[in-house]
């Protein structure tokens, strides 16, 4: 009994010494940017829902590019991105629609599902049509954005600069499936391709699919972080961060044992790569690093992604780390 306290004492050193990034040193690489929904109009995050009309929130605009349009990934490209997130609706002509949200009311002069909607009447229209940043007084897009709204083949033919992540809006495995057919009878595409994520079922459908594909939903990303919470003290990876994308809270990183340098080189060696986002529990889950200090409480090194709602103002911000 007399020794019970040096024993513990002892482990206590052993776990911290075995997981400590003060005596580690991070993987090589750089920090990578992920710019969501490329450069677009951004806007606050608080009280935002998943059907919130966020077109009508937007910040007093300071350039002209509009989420998911190919001019808008090309801007988050040429700014430093590395990827570029979108969102993509499989219409029932089985074109795949990149834009973000379930209906057309929101954003667009449309009405309607946007899933149920074909590319023809798509293409005609005006996708800047809802956007004001003073309560309706002035719409600064309105005609600005008719015949913007991009199928995925179009992305890929623009060739884009870096790669995407496609993120499906729906729960329809056709989706997945669809999206492996087209990348297998486009094998250039697949390379553009950084991975896959959002609905369940259209997701796994994809990965099971494409060999070597990397993806996550929100029931895999918190298999691997509770898992890893359970196991990460020994250094063992569990199954479900093998091989994958590994988004990790802000806010909640530092309870990840070995974070930051520690746990980046389990995952890398892992065969995954780490995304950091914004703080959870914050908005409508798509935060990101989205302010200079933000980016200052940064580990440094970081050798990951970080996940930006603001690629024009957070991609400097980050080469001046460099």
């Known amino acids: 009994?007399?020794?019970?306290?040096?024993?513990?004492?002892?482990?206590?050193?052993?776990?911290?010494?075995?997981?400590?990034?003060?005596?580690?040193?991070?993987?090589?690489?750089?920090?990578?940017?992920?710019?969501?929904?490329?450069?677009?109009?951004?806007?606050?995050?608080?009280?935002?829902?998943?059907?919130?009309?966020?077109?009508?929130?937007?910040?007093?605009?300071?350039?002209?590019?509009?989420?998911?349009?190919?001019?808008?990934?090309?801007?988050?490209?040429?700014?430093?991105?590395?990827?570029?997130?979108?969102?993509?609706?499989?219409?029932?002509?089985?074109?795949?629609?990149?834009?973000?949200?379930?209906?057309?009311?929101?954003?667009?002069?449309?009405?309607?599902?946007?899933?149920?909607?074909?590319?023809?009447?798509?293409?005609?229209?005006?996708?800047?049509?809802?956007?004001?940043?003073?309560?309706?007084?002035?719409?600064?897009?309105?005609?600005?954005?008719?015949?913007?709204?991009?199928?995925?083949?179009?992305?890929?033919?623009?060739?884009?600069?870096?790669?995407?992540?496609?993120n499906f809006k729906s729960r329809r495995a056709e989706e997945g499936e669809a999206l492996a057919a087209l990348l297998e009878a486009n094998p250039a595409w697949w390379d553009k391709v950084f991975g896959v994520y959002g609905g369940g079922e259209p997701t796994d459908a994809t990965l099971a699919a494409v060999p070597g594909l990397k993806g996550y939903t929100g029931k895999s990303a918190k298999a691997c972080l509770l898992n890893y919470l359970g196991t990460g003290w020994i250094g063992y990876v569990p199954e479900a961060c093998r091989n994958t994308l590994v988004p990790v809270p802000s806010n909640y990183a530092w309870l990840l044992w070995g974070w930051p340098n520690r746990f980046m080189t389990r995952m890398k060696d892992a065969g995954s790569d780490v995304i950091l986002v914004g703080p959870y529990g914050s908005g409508d889950g798509t935060v990101g690093i989205d302010t200079a200090e933000q980016v200052e409480n940064l580990p440094e090194p970081f050798p990951g992604y970080i996940w930006t709602n603001r690629i024009l103002d957070i991609a400097p911000a980050i080469a001046a780390r460099r």
């Not at 002209?64 to 700014?79: C, H, K, R, S, V």
Request: aromatic share 8%; net charge negative.
């Open 1 to 166: 009994m007399r020794n019970t306290p040096i024993f513990v004492m002892g482990l206590a050193l052993l776990v911290w010494s075995f997981n400590s990034s003060l005596i580690a040193s991070a993987p090589d690489g750089d920090t990578k940017l992920l710019a969501h929904r490329g450069a677009h109009q951004t806007f606050g995050q608080a009280h935002v829902e998943n059907d919130t009309c966020t077109a009508t929130l937007i910040d007093a605009p300071s350039h002209d590019y509009l989420e998911n349009t190919i001019a808008g990934m090309q801007a988050a490209f040429a700014a430093g991105a590395d990827v570029v997130e979108i969102d993509v609706h499989l219409t029932p002509d089985k074109k795949f629609a990149v834009f973000h949200d379930w209906t057309l009311d929101c954003r667009t002069d449309g009405k309607g599902v946007t899933e149920e909607t074909d590319s023809a009447t798509l293409k005609t229209l005006d996708i800047g049509y809802g956007y004001t940043a003073d309560g309706g007084k002035t719409y600064p897009f309105r005609g600005k954005g008719v015949g913007q709204m991009p199928m995925l083949e179009e992305v890929f033919a623009a060739n884009p600069a870096g790669k995407l992540l496609i």
